[in-house]
Nanobody, 121 residues
């Protein structure tokens, strides 16, 4: 059973940066695609990015293109989401999720508990 734990959330000012981490345990991460999701208050969860098991990046959501970058270090069983030029609308809970092989839109088998990001001055 793959387990995922996010960390790195917190309070950031508009224009600031945060890096989220997603630490995996229980199974080698290299077999899984890793998706990052954002759930803003009162809204549905949205996929913001995904990395295939080989590290290829799927298209980012338009809302984060050019600002967010997803990476992974399979040796450390950890995925990252570097978030730059943060905007108030980036506020919400961020989740990482994993699915065997290739990226999917929402059909992921394993989810982390989420980490809160608040962007405010």
């Amino acid at each position: 059973q793959l387990q995922l734990v996010e960390s790195g959330g917190g309070l950031a000012q508009p224009g600031g940066s945060l890096t989220l981490s997603c630490a995996a345990s229980g199974f080698p991460l290299e077999h899984f695609a890793i998706g990052w999701f954002h759930q803003a208050p009162g809204k549905e969860r949205e996929r913001v990015s995904c990395l295939t098991n080989s590290g290829n990046t799927e298209a980012y959501a338009d809302s984060v293109k050019g600002r967010f970058k997803a990476t992974r270090d399979n040796a450390k069983s950890t995925a990252y989401l570097q978030m730059n030029d943060l905007k108030p609308e980036d506020t919400g809970v961020y989740y990482c999720a994993a699915v065997w092989g290739l990226c999917r839109t929402y059909e992921y088998d394993y989810w982390g508990q989420g980490t809160q990001v608040t962007v405010s001055s």
